[in-house]
Every structure is written in structure tokens, then in C-alpha cells.
């Protein structure tokens, strides 16, 4: 999963034409859907490829 | 919505929601000072000087967009109003040439009566003056831009109006400037020299060049005439000092026109004063021309007749009458050839249109308009196809452009790009020739798609079952093949005309009788009955003629099967009325048509013409087919006002007087007869054709008593029951559209209500017939108007002695 | 995983300052050493303090470096990345610090700062959808999806927003105009064609946080019913451009613009439409007419855009900055956080473009209500060169000027309307001594005219008209009666234009001629321009007593005029000098006066 576009797993759904409603808050939050920590560590990942510091991620 | 109270310079008022300050004011008798303001344009609130007062706002207030407010409290004149007034003013003025001496403005200008009604007689500030363009390149008109004020009406006319747009705002900030693009001399720009720039400037931006130096507005004497050129017949005023005609403005309360003109009505009327008029009776001698007195040609015409017919037979006589002559004129000539014994006359160029009066003939049983020339504007939908208004009948465009504007659905269905395109929601660029395929196609759609009116189609028509198999095979997938469209295009157009609660169609009456013309023009009738799309207002069928009496010329019995207003020959009663009347015998044989003698060529029977106002050796197909025919005649007499290439060819020349020279009625494309007042004395040895008819009758020992114009209608009214309501004292009040049968009638202003002349509408099976096409000279059906009356109809007579040739998109008539 | 991040700025300001040249020596240098991978290099938007670029921040190290130049990098990567040494020879130094400070939080001009609308410029890449939603970005979209469209406009209402283009309207009233106008066609339009000079607020934003202002629009688009909008961008800023369309690709992607966002029924296309270098398309009814394609010029209201809009549909439109207040509002709990800042009837922050004759130049964004005197002083580092304050502009070419004894005024909507400026889209020009008030007025007075659309009477004639009478003024042509014309001029104007450009033009006028009147009638009376500017009513005279014949003078006049032997008492020839100032410029003693013309009396300087 290189940006928050990508599928963590093969549960998720989100597409451009089918989207889910809680895409956003899954970006930082997430997995929403389905409990993963492999998941949730993906999303760490490209979270702290670019977070400058401790404070700049804003839930 | 309740109506609105408020107080206007202590004066209390109610009006309706969304009316504006200004109008409110107006309805009260106040008079605020506009510049920029005009009904018929967008509210615009760039000049400010009509800015007034409103208690509790922070700034003044535009008063000519400023809607009204419940209890709003206006001060029209009030200290500040006056302070910001003169500011506009002395701010105009700083930057204006002080030419009012020899400016033809002057007595006119409202920059002038605001200056002089607000004290403002010089500026206070001193500075830079813009040094724009003074453009007198053009044969027109002169555009001084340095008097310009900008306050762009003639922006909004030109754009929203006419939908020329040659013109615009260019640049910005001190030296705005109002003109072509790259500022081009305007007639590289797309004007059409319609005038209505000029008509509409409140300063002398704008300036006619005929007017120059020819007098101020307080010398000359205003006369109400209609415009000689095409069938739509605007009225407009003769401008006359010295017994000149100095100008041209349009009526601003006309119902045909409205204030609006073309370039043949803003520009065409000089033809008046060419240097080629005939100004006395010619006799050709020896091949040349002779002037002669009057006695003397009157004589030898009635003596060259009456041989003639001593020789051959009544018959042997045909008569040309003249689409462009006036009601009088026409119903004289047709009578004393009718006296002389023959019904053999005619109009030639009515041939053209024949093939559309036919269509319509069959279709409903008359071929009068079905409604009026305003109407379109407050159409739902409208079908122009087979015509360009913009060069043909430019005032029908302006209102196909404001019916557009107001939320019509245009469909424009024309071979070539035209402007209207621009304002259209459907444009369909068809091959040229396949109109009729096209319309048989929307009718397809519309019974396909059940968008028609069944009840009407019920209750009013028949015939509609042949009808409806014939178009069955015309699918949009077949038409789209036929015509180079696509059929989703089709299906559109159809569903646009069909769909809408009140749709016209627009067309044009010059259809080309060989390829079909006829057909054509049932095809369209189909539609409009189809969708019970006539016999309403705001419906119909439109087929303007191309001459200005053309309707007129027909309606007067210039034709070999009917007297006035289509009284038919082949009826006894008729025959009757007539000859009691007239104190004469009425042939009851059809008499020739115009067409039919020229194809008969030497075999048909005809010796001797009269030709009045008509020059068909210039305008007919085959040229010189008919100048060999005029060459063969025992003796041919033309009554015109210029030497035409027919009458170079006749024994005698009759001169005639022109339009602005003679009192007579015209009755214009939308049924309305109108009355033209006589501006001029005619020139030389000059009558009116009137006089000269009833003369000729004197001769001919008939005793016909006539005193002026008037007692020709009366006559004439008295015969015809479709104008029978219809007088000179009324028509001075405004003109009246037949039928009118009796003296409280107030004129007709659509046909066929509750039913058709004929009873019932009549659909016609007509199928698109390539053949006739690939026969035809390039004319196609309806093609006779789209790009203008060049090809076939008409001679340039009178345009090629008027400016306007120097505009190459005038009808050329 | 990076080492550190190196934000580099690539704002407007910076490139022109040389960033370009900057970052490039940098990734020299740091492939030099072979170690270009261990760090994320991103060209930012605009950190605010464009005096001192350009400006490289590094995290997590939390140092700010500035006044960069290329050389400067061999330095940098060495000491600093490899060696672990902070190079404090580019840190921030200045008067109104004892020691070099090393990152924001000891960095004078950022003290009084408050990051609403800037948040993000300078600390993410720009081109990062996913840093934006990192920072909370379409978090505000997600809830007001859930949340009725007048409930939106109501808590936009509450929060006391105002439009920062200037008028400052009630953002949330406005809203609500629109919402009750009925569809099913209607539009939001970003209004991003900031025109004032020197304006540049809303580039730093568009440039910087792309995706705050369509986060703002789509907001306001299910706020008001609207599925389409446009953002209208000058042409001039085509970083801007890129930027926005980019986002809006990457928007797309994301299901964050098309249709079904998020799932929902509800649809949004975005368009961007390129200015075309006039500055009357800033006026809202002109904006929609050159969207329309139509020239730009100004149509009279009623009927409003939210009634009759764009293409004849009811239509929102906003600034920038007021769109990227918005996600701040409207995101959970937002709205009681943005009521804590500002005042009563002015909510929120505002951002200002400090410019002029102030030390710390460039972008701040302060909360409603703080001071004059704070802006210009603590964040602006008070007065170059230590000269006077003598008034500071607010709102550009519609505005007015703040005099010396306004500084305590506090900046807010109804403050500066009394005292005849106005707020603006946030121009501040900061003028000393040296300023000539007639020539200020003057010069915003030729923009306002050359940009006129033409169209009313008032505004194209008014503005060339009082212009010529400052340029007669300027030139030592004025008569006493000039400023009773100009202000009669100038009241008619006001009264009777067609938009706000006419009806805001006299404001540079009025308010010169309201607080500096003295120096108008000094140029008329006695043909004096005391600031030095207004070339025909004034000389330099070298003060022989404190001159100390350094030559620099002399030097640097380009026409001779100036003559003296080395420490010698110089002189200026008045023949010859054209006043253009080198001279004065080039002084360490302080010592060229501006006198009046042909006469003893002199000013001190």
C-alpha cells in the first residue's frame, strides 16, 4: 500500500466508483471495516514517510 | 405577488413586483434622464445619470435597474441626485468635441438637453481628450467615436437585436472605445448597415451621410410611409425638406416593425431622386426614344390595342400587373384589362412564389399568412428551414432571435452556416435539396414518439392515414442517409417543435416550383397541423413574399383566375357582382398565366402587353427566351419609373411615380394594408400609376370616376368582402389586417381559429424526389432564399440605383 | 523511512529569490556526498517570512535556515546532515534578536502568529493528497455529508466567518441565499483573481494547500445545492494553476470530486478558468461574465449572483481565504474552536502581505484584533533603516491609509471602515518619511484608472480626471481649489459608480487628503514635496557641516553632479541633478537633506 488510494487487503473496497463513506477517516484511523493490525501498520507506513514530526498528523 | 407601494418625489404609487424605479417614475409623468436605458435591452446602469435618492441607502441609486421596494421613498431631484447629475455631465463634456454648431445632432442630442436642463455649460475639468477614430470610409454612415458617450445601446442592439455583433467595447479604463474588432473600418466587421446604431445614438456618434449638411430636425416635415422593398412592409418616416427626402427613421410604435429597420428601409429610399428616373412618356422611333406628350402616347397606346384585339381577339392581350405598385394601382389595372375583355392578367414574378401559394392553397385553401409577423417573438419553438430571414426579411429574424432570447427552442435547418445559428439549440446543416425529406422525417418522429395532437388532428384535418403511410418509411436512420444529418439530430429537432406548446415555422415563399416547391411547402403545412400548430397565436406557417406588395398585387385579382382576394372566375355570382359593377362584360374563361405565355412562346396567342412595374426580361429564368418574346409582340407599352431592360424593349414608356411620390395602400406579408402618404411632388411629366390607369380608361371610353386613391379603395373594399371593413379614415389610425369584413372589425390577426378556408386541414402524402433535385439548376426546393434573392426572382431594379448596392448582402430587388 | 525532511520553499516569493538555484545546488551536494536517499526533499509552499528567503526548514531537527544561497549548501549537507552541526551562520538574525533563533518558536515574526488558513502551507508537499488528509484534510467534507445543507450554512453563520475578499459579508448569510434559490442548476465560483499589487494571500495558499480551498467549495457546494463550480485564476500565477490541477486529478482518484462522492448522492465538477489580466475581474459580477466568456465588466445588482449567477444560475462566490477557512469550521468541533479567536463581530484570523517599508516583509496571518501597532511593529519588526512611521495602507487601490496616531487601531472589519480604510483581501503597505502621500495616492489612483472596465461614466472619466489633477499637483501645477474639486469629484464618485472598483477608487484620495491634507496643501502652496519624491518641488543639499567627503555621493551619481574633494564638505550641483535619489541612498552619514526648491530652509532628514 504505497498511498492511502490503495487497498490494505482484499476487504476493501473503496474505488472512484464505489466509494465508501468512511474513506477518509480509514486513511489515518483505519481499517474501519475490518479489525487488521497489518492493516493499520500499512497506513503507519506511509504516514511516517512523509510526517515531519509527532505532531503532524491531525485526526 | 401583491403589488408594491412606494413614494416617488412625495407622489405615491402602486406598481407591480419587479417593475423599476424608472418605470415607476415614467408611469407617474416623471421624467428622469437616461442615456444608456432601452426598453427592449438588458438593463444596463453604466451611464449614471439616471441615478436618484432612495432614503436609507448608502449610495445613489440606478433608477433604470433599481427594482421598486415596499415603501421605498424616492427623490428624483433632490440636491445630491442634482450634484451627482452634473458631475456626469461635466465629466462627458471634458471629454466631448464642442462641435454643436455644425454637429446634425444638434436639436436631437440628449447630451445637449441634459446639459442645457441641468445648467452644466462648460466642464470644470480641463485635460486629456480622447482622439479615437473617425471612420467615414463606408457609403453609409460616419462613426465619430470621439462624441461617443459609451453608453452602448448600440453595443445591445447590435449584439442582442439584430445579432450581427460587429461591434463591442474594446479596451478599457480613459480610452474605452466602442467599435469593430482591431478596430477595422465597420464594413470589414460584420454590419449588416441596418441603422439601428444610428436610430438608437443619443449623441452624433452616429451619423447618416446622407443627412449632411441637408438641414436641422426643425426644418424638414416628417410623412409616415411604408418601406418599398420587401414583404414585410415596416413603416417608417420620410424626412422631407425642399420636396428631398433627406432621411429615413424608423416607427417606433409600429406592430410590424417596432422601431426597427433593415438597410433597404434605413438606406434604400434614394432610388427616389436617381438621375434615371422617366420623367416624361416615351415612343420609340426609329429605334430610339422619344419624349412625347401625354395626349400622344395615351393615344397610340389605345389605338395599338384596340388593333390589336380587332385582329386577334381580346385575348390577345395580356396585362403584367406589379408587386412592387400599390393596392390602387393593381386593382385599376387589373380592371381595365378585365374591361378590355381578357382575364389574361398576371404578376410574373409572383411565378415565383406560385409553387408556395399552391402548398398552401392545398393545405388550408388560402394562401394568406397564418399569422402575424409579432407573434414569433412570443413563440415556444421554432422550424426555420428552406429560408435566411437575416438576408430575405431581416425584422422576421430580429424576432426569431428574441423568440431564442426569450426561451424558445430554435432549430435552424439550413446547408450553410448562418448567423441565427449562433442563438440556435439545434442546428441542422442538411444537404442542400433534401428539405423535404427532412420535414417528412420530424413528422415521422412525431407520431413515432406520440408527440402529436390527436384531438386536433381529429377534429380539424383529413387525409392524415395516406399521410401517415407515406411517412412511415421516412425514420430518422433514412432521412439521416438522405440528408448527411445524424438521426439522434432528427429525433431532437422533431421532439423541439413538437414538444413546445405554441411552435412556428419559418420559411420563405420563393420555393422553386420545378424541384417540388409545392410539395415542400404541404410537407411543412403537414407539421403544423400535425401538431396543431396553426390557428393559434404564436403558430403557424411563415412564407414572407420577397416584394412589398406582393400579397397586395394578389389580393387585388392580378392573376387569370380570380378577381380580388381570390373571388374565383368560375363563379357565376362573381362574374356578376363584378360586371354590374364595372359596367362591363367579364370573360368567364381562366385567362393566361404569365409563365404559361413565355413557355408558349410565339404559340400563345398574345400580341400586345402591358407590363406595369415588372421587368421580366431581368428577372425571369430564361432571359432571353423572354426578351425574344417582348421582341416578337405586335406592340408592348411599360409603365415604370426607370428605363428596365423590358422596357428598353417596349414601344412606349409610360413613366410612373415611385412609392414616396403617391398616395395608395400596400398590403404587407401578414395580411395588414397600410397606407403610404404621399411625401413628394413626382418629378417632370410624372403621375401616379393610378392616374395614369384611370386616364387610360378615359380613352378607352370607360367612365370611371375616381376623384382620388381613396374612392379606388372604397371601390374596391365595397367588392371584396375580406377588406370590406377596411377605409382610408381608418387606416390612418393604423393599418388593418384582412379579414375585415365590416366597419367595427378590428382586423385579423391569425387564421383559422375554428376552421380552415377550406373546412378541414388537408394533409398531403409528397414524397422527396431526388430526381427532381439533380434536374433542377442548382435551385433546389427551398433553396430560392437561403443566401439571399440573387438567383432568380428578382432584377435589382431599384437597388442598383440606391446605395445599398454598395452592401453586398441587400435583397437584391 | 527518511532521515529528515528537508522543505525547501517553492512558493512564488522563494523562486524569485533563487530557491530554484538553491534546491538544485543542494541535491548537488548531496549526491556529492551519496546521500540524496536517506532524505525526503520537498519543494513547500510559502513559510510567510519572504524577506528571508530563500528559506529551507528541516524536521525533525525543527531548524529554520534563510537568506540561503547556493554556495551556502556545500555548508549545509556537511555540517549540518553529516555532520550532525547546526550551521548558525544561516539562522535567523536581525535587531529584534540578541542570538542567532533557530526555529519558529524564537522567531520574533512568528510570535503573534496564528496558523488557521496557512496551516499546511510550508509543511506538507503541496502535491500530496494523502499529506493533506494526514493533516485532517476532507475530514469537514465527510461530516457535512452527513449534515443537512442549512444546518451547514447555520454553523458557518455561528462561526462568525466573514468574506475576506474584502466586503466582508457573512459568509454563512450568503450561503444561505443561494441554498433558498431555486435549482436544480447552481454554482460556486472561487473567486482567485486577486488583483491588488502586491497581493499575494491567496497565490501562497492555492500554491501551498491546494486542497483546502476544493475541500472549501465542495463544502459549500452541498451547502448551497450547488454541483459544479469554477475556480477563477489569474492567469499570472501559473504555479497556482499546476497546483489546482493536480488536486483535482488526484481529487477525482480519490472519489473526492465526480459524482457519488464519498458515496453519497451528491455530485461536484470542478472547472478552472484562467484570468485574462484585468483587475475590474475581481468584482464578482465581472468574474461571472468573463467565465461566461463574455468582456468583464460589471453588471448591476439585483438581481444578485445567488439569485441570477453565472450563466444565469443562482451562484456562491468566495474568496480564497474564506474557502480555506472552511474545513476548519465545519470539521468536528471546529466551530467552537474558531469563535475563540478573533473579535466579537470579526472571527477568525486574517492574512496580510506585509509590504513597504517594514523590515520583516512577506506573509502573516494574524488573529482579529490585534493592533496596528503589533502588526507593524512585533510581527513587521517596525520601521527599515530605523526611519519614522508615518501610515501604513490597508485594502490596496480600494483602501485607505492609517495614520501614526491610528496605530492602536485594532484590525478588524468595523474598526477600519470608521476610520476610512477598509480591510481589504489584506495588502498592507507599511510607508516611512520618505513616502510622499500625494504620490501614493497617485499611484493607486493610475492603476485603478488604467484598469477601469469603461463601462459607467463616473469611474472612467472620475479616476483620469482626478488623476490629472494629482499629476498637476505632483508637478508643482496645483491651485487651491483642486482639493475642493477633488473631493467633490471624489464624493460624486463614490456616489454614483457602477461597482465596487468605482465606488472604492476615491478611497486612496479621501483618505490621504483626510489625514495628510498638510502635505497636499504644502504641494500647492508652497510647491514643496517634504518626502523627497515629487520630483519638481524638491533639491538635496549636503549638510557641509556633517558631510565628511567620503565620496560615496558622488560615486554613485550618475550624471556628475555632485562634486568635492575626498574629505571635503561635498556639493550637488541643482543644474544638473535629477533627483533620483542614488545619492541619498548611498550616505553613511546621514547627511543629504531634502530641501525646498532654491531656498535655504531645509528639512532634517
Known amino acids: 500500500m504505497e498511498k492511502f488510494i490503495d487497498h490494505c487487503c482484499e476487504k476493501c473496497t473503496h474505488t472512484k466508483d464505489k466509494p465508501c463513506k468512511d474513506f477518509v477517516k480509514c486513511c489515518v484511523e483505519g481499517p474501519i471495516c475490518h479489525e487488521d493490525p497489518a492493516c493499520a501498520d500499512k497506513r503507519k507506513a506511509i504516514i511516517e514517510m512523509v510526517a515531519l514530526d509527532d505532531d503532524f498528523v491531525i485526526c | 405577488m401583491s403589488a408594491i407601494n412606494l413614494t416617488i418625489d412625495g407622489r405615491e404609487i402602486e406598481v407591480a413586483p419587479g417593475t423599476t424605479i424608472l418605470q415607476a417614475a415614467r408611469q407617474l409623468g416623471i421624467d428622469i434622464p437616461t442615456f444608456c436605458y432601452d426598453p427592449e435591452l438588458a438593463p444596463n446602469g453604466a451611464c449614471r445619470i439616471c441615478v436618484v435618492e432612495v432614503e436609507k441607502a448608502r449610495a445613489l441609486v440606478a433608477s433604470c435597474v433599481a427594482p421598486v421596494g415596499p415603501g421605498m421613498v424616492v427623490h428624483t431631484e433632490s440636491d445630491r441626485v442634482v450634484s451627482a447629475r452634473k458631475s456626469v455631465l461635466s465629466l462627458l463634456l471634458a471629454n466631448h468635441p464642442l462641435d454643436c454648431i455644425t454637429c446634425e445632432k444638434t436639436g436631437e442630442c440628449k447630451l445637449q438637453d441634459y446639459c442645457y436642463r441641468y445648467d452644466v455649460a462648460s466642464s470644470e475639468y480641463v485635460g486629456a481628450i480622447k482622439d479615437l477614430s473617425y471612420d467615414d470610409t463606408n457609403a453609409f454612415f460616419v462613426r465619430d467615436m470621439n462624441k461617443c458617450i459609451l453608453c452602448g445601446i448600440c453595443v445591445g442592439k447590435c449584439q442582442d437585436v439584430v445579432g450581427a455583433g460587429a461591434i463591442d467595447f474594446v479596451k478599457r479604463g480613459f480610452v474605452t472605445n466602442v467599435g469593430p474588432g482591431f478596430e477595422d473600418p ?381 373571388q374565383h372566375l368560375k363563379d357565376e355570382k362573381v362574374r356578376e357582382k363584378f360586371s354590374r359593377a364595372w359596367g362591363v ?99 417632370g411629366e410624372v403621375f401616379p400609376d393610378w392616374a395614369v390607369l384611370v386616364e387610360l380608361a378615359e380613352w378607352f371610353g370607360f367612365e370611371w370616376d375616381f376623384a382620388g386613391p381613396e374612392e379606388v379603395f372604397a371601390e374596391l373594399a365595397s367588392l371584396t368582402p375580406d377588406y370590406a371593413g377596411i377605409s382610408y379614415q381608418r387606416l390612418s389610425e393604423g393599418g388593418l389586417q384582412w379579414p375585415c369584413p365590416a366597419d367595427d372589425h378590428p382586423g385579423t390577426k391569425f387564421l383559422y381559429q375554428d376552421s380552415f378556408s377550406r373546412g378541414l386541414g388537408l394533409f398531403s402524402a409528397v414524397e422527396y424526389d431526388p430526381e427532381a433535385e439533380a434536374e433542377s439548376d442548382g435551385h433546389s426546393a427551398a433553396c430560392c432564399t437561403s443566401g439571399g434573392h440573387s438567383c432568380r426572382c428578382l432584377s435589382e431594379t431599384i437597388t442598383r440605383r440606391s446605395v445599398i448596392s454598395a452592401f453586398k448582402n441587400s435583397c437584391c430587388v | 523511512m527518511y532521515e529528515k525532511h528537508i522543505m525547501i520553499c517553492g512558493a512564488t516569493g522563494c523562486l524569485s529569490s533563487g530557491s530554484t538555484k538553491v534546491s538544485e545546488a543542494l541535491i548537488e551536494e548531496l549526491e556529492k556526498h551519496g546521500i540524496k536517499d536517506k532524505y525526503r526533499l520537498v519543494m513547500s509552499g510559502c513559510p510567510g517570512f519572504c524577506e528571508v528567503g530563500p528559506i529551507i526548514v528541516i524536521y525533525p531537527d525543527e531548524v529554520f535556515y534563510c537568506r540561503l544561497k547556493p554556495k551556502d549548501m556545500a555548508e549545509l549537507v556537511e555540517n549540518h546532515l553529516v555532520g550532525g552541526e547546526i550551521v548558525e551562520r544561516l539562522l535567523y538574525k536581525g535587531p529584534d534578536v540578541e542570538a542567532p533563533a533557530r526555529f519558529y518558536d524564537t522567531i520574533p515574526f512568528y510570535a503573534k502568529q496564528k ?289 501614526a496616531d491610528l496605530l492602536d487601531l485594532p484590525i478588524d472589519y468595523d474598526s477600519l471602515t470608521k476610520a476610512g480604510a477598509i480591510m481589504g483581501s489584506g495588502g498592507l503597505v507599511v510607508m516611512d518619511d520618505r513616502t510622499c502621500m500625494v504620490d501614493l495616492a497617485r499611484y493607486f489612483l493610475s492603476f485603478t484608472q488604467k484598469e477601469s472596465c469603461g463601462k459607467c461614466t463616473p469611474c472612467r472619466e472620475g479616476t483620469k480626471r482626478m488623476l490629472e489633477i494629482l499629476d498637476r499637483i505632483a508637478e508643482g501645477e496645483g491651485i487651491p481649489e483642486d482639493l475642493e474639486t477633488l473631493d467633490n469629484l471624489a464624493h460624486n464618485i463614490k456616489d454614483s459608480a457602477l461597482c465596487g472598483l468605482g465606488q472604492t477608487c476615491p478611497n486612496p484620495v479621501l483618505s490621504t487628503i483626510r489625514y495628510f491634507r498638510h502635505e497636499y496643501e504644502e504641494h500647492i502652496n508652497e510647491n514643496f514635496c517634504r518626502s523627497g519624491i515629487c520630483k519638481p518641488l524638491f533639491n538635496y543639499k549636503i549638510d557641509a557641516e556633517n558631510c565628511t567627503g567620503c565620496t560615496a555621493c558622488a560615486r554613485a551619481c550618475a550624471v556628475d553632479a555632485i562634486k568635492g574633494e575626498k574629505k571635503e564638505p561635498h556639493e550637488i550641483d541643482q543644474e544638473l541633478c535629477t533627483r533620483c535619489g542614488s545619492c541619498i541612498d548611498k550616505c553613511r552619514q546621514d547627511c543629504i537633506m531634502i530641501t525646498r526648491v532654491g531656498s535655504e530652509a531645509d528639512v532634517s532628514n
Open chain 2, 186 to 566: 465597420i464594413e470589414d466587421s460584420s454590419c449588416v448597415f441596418c441603422g439601428m446604431c444610428i436610430d438608437n445614438c443619443p449623441v452624433g456618434a452616429l451619423i447618416p451621410k446622407y443627412v449632411t449638411g441637408k438641414g436641422r430636425p426643425w426644418q424638414t416635415e416628417s410623412v409616415p410611409a411604408v418601406c418599398p422593398y420587401c414583404s414585410l412592409g415596416c413603416n417608417i418616416n420620410l424626412h422631407i425638406k425642399d420636396n428631398e427626402v433627406i432621411g429615413v427613421s424608423p416607427v417606433e410604435e409600429s406592430p410590424v416593425n417596432r422601431g426597427h429597420l433593415c438597410v433597404q428601409g434605413k438606406f434604400g429610399w434614394d432610388f427616389v431622386h436617381s438621375g434615371d428616373r422617366i420623367t416624361a412618356p416615351l415612343v420609340k422611333s426609329d429605334g430610339v426614344f422619344v419624349e412625347v406628350s401625354w395626349e400622344e402616347a395615351l393615344d397610340y397606346i389605345v389605338d395599338s390595342i384596340k388593333d390589336v384585339q380587332s385582329r386577334f381577339g381580346p385575348d390577345a392581350l395580356m396585362g403584367l400587373g406589379s408587386p412592387k405598385a400599390s393596392n390602387e394601382d393593381n386593382y385599376l389595372f387589373q380592371k381595365l384589362i378585365r374591361s378590355l375583355g381578357t382575364n389574361n392578367v398576371d404578376s410574373y414574378t409572383c411565378h415565383c412564389h406560385a409553387s408556395s401559394v399552391d402548398g398552401m392553397v392545398e393545405a388550408f385553401g388560402n394562401a394568406a399568412a397564418t399569422n402575424s409577423i409579432a407573434e414569433v417573438a412570443e413563440t415556444g419553438a421554432v422550424l426555420v428551414i428552406g429560408a435566411n430571414p437575416e438576408e430575405s426579411h431581416p425584422i422576421l429574424d430580429y424576432r426569431v432571435r428574441e423568440a431564442a432570447q426569450k426561451g424558445a427552442e430554435l432549430v435552424v435547418a439550413v446547408p450553410d452556416m448562418v448567423k441565427l445559428v449562433d442563438v440556435s439549440d439545434h442546428y441542422l446543416p442538411l444537404k442542400q435539396g433534401t428539405e423535404l425529406a427532412l420535414v417528412n422525417g420530424l413528422a415521422n418522429v412525431i407520431i413515432a414518439e406520440d408527440l402529436l395532437d390527436k384531438a386536433f388532428v381529429e377534429k380539424r384535418t383529413e387525409g392524415f392515414d395516406q399521410f401517415k403511410k407515406t411517412v412511415d418509411k421516412y425514420t430518422p436512420e433514412h432521412v439521416a442517409e438522405i440528408t448527411g444529418l445524424t438521426a439522434e439530430e432528427i429525433r431532437a429537432a422533431a421532439r423541439a417543435y413538437a414538444s413546445a406548446e405554441k411552435a412556428a415555422i419559418v420559411s420563405d415563399a420563393a420555393v422553386n416550383k420545378q424541384t417540388g416547391g409545392a410539395d415542400f411547402v404541404k410537407a411543412l403545412a403537414n407539421l403544423a397541423l400535425l401538431t396543431g400548430n396553426v390557428g393559434r397565436e404564436s403558430t403557424g406557417v411563415y412564407l414572407p413574399y420577397g416584394e412589398n406588395n406582393l400579397q397586395g398585387s394578389a389580393d387585388m385579382g392580378v392573376h387569370p383566375n380570380n378577381v380580388t382576394c381570390y
Open chain 2, 585 to 683: 362584360r367579364i370573360s368567364e374563361n381562366y385567362g393566361l398565366s404569365a409563365a404559361e405565355a413565355f413557355e408558349a412562346g410565339k404559340n400563345s396567342g398574345i400580341k400586345a402587353m402591358y407590363i406595369m412595374g415588372e421587368n421580366p426580361v431581368a428577372c425571369g429564368g430564361d432571359k432571353a427566351q423572354i426578351a425574344d418574346y417582348m421582341k416578337n409582340l405586335d406592340f408592348l407599352v411599360v409603365q415604370d419609373i426607370f428605363m428596365t431592360e423590358t422596357a428598353s424593349l417596349a414601344d412606349v414608356v409610360l413613366p410612373a411615380a415611385a412609392f414616396a411620390e403617391k398616395l395608395g395602400t400596400y398590403t404587407n406579408s401578414e395580411r395588414r394594408v397600410q397606407l403610404n402618404q404621399p411625401a413628394l411632388e413626382p418629378p
Open chain 3, 115 to 403: 496558523f488557521n488558513v496557512l496551516r499546511n502551507s510550508g509543511v506538507i508537499d503541496p502535491e500530496s493528497i494523502d499529506e493533506y488528509i494526514m493533516r485532517g484534510g476532507y475530514r469537514a467534507l465527510s461530516r457535512a455529508m452527513e449534515m443537512e445543507p442549512q444546518a451547514i450554512c447555520d454553523e458557518v453563520k455561528d462561526a462568525g466567518l466573514r468574506g475576506r475578499g474584502g466586503a466582508g459579508f457573512p459568509t454563512g448569510v450568503k450561503w444561505g441565499f443561494t441554498n433558498k434559490a431555486p435549482g436544480p442548476k447552481k454554482y460556486i465560483v472561487c473567486n482567485a483573481d486577486e488583483g491588488d499589487p502586491g497581493a499575494f494571500m491567496d497565490r501562497s495558499i492555492l500554491e501551498g494547500d491546494p486542497h483546502a480551498i476544493l475541500e472549501g467549495m465542495l463544502i459549500a457546494g452541498r451547502a448551497c445545492g450547488a454541483d459544479e463550480g469554477y475556480i477563477y485564476c489569474r492567469a499570472e500565477y501559473p504555479l497556482a494553476i499546476d497546483r489546482l490541477k493536480k488536486a483535482i486529478e488526484q481529487a477525482k482518484e480519490y472519489a473526492l470530486l465526480g459524482d457519488n462522492i464519498l458515496g453519497y448522492d451528491f455530485n461536484f465538477k470542478m472547472n478552472i478558468k484562467e484570468g485574462a489580466g484585468a483587475f475590474v475581474c475581481g468584482e464578482e459580477t465581472a468574474l461571472l461574465a468573463s467565465i461566461e466568456g463574455k468582456r468583464g465588466m460589471p453588471r448591476p445588482r439585483p438581481p444578485f449572483p445567488a439569485q441570477v449567477g453565472v450563466f444565469g444560475k443562482p451562484t456562491t462566490i468566495n474568496n480564497v481565504e474564506t474557502l480555506a477557512n472552511i474545513p476548519l469550521i465545519v470539521k468536528e468541533g471546529g466551530a467552537a474552536e474558531y469563535v475563540k479567536v478573533g473579535t466579537e463581530g470579526s472571527k477568525g484570523t486574517k492574512v496580510f502581505a506585509l509590504a513597504g517599508k517594514v523590515r520583516n516583509t512577506g506573509l502573516c496571518e494574524v488573529p482579529m484584533g490585534i493592533t496596528i501597532e503589533e502588526v507593524i511593529y512585533d510581527v513587521g519588526g517596525g520601521i527599515k533603516g530605523g526611519r519614522e512611521f508615518k501610515a501604513v495602507q490597508a485594502g490596496g487601490p480600494s483602501g485607505g491609509c492609517i495614520p
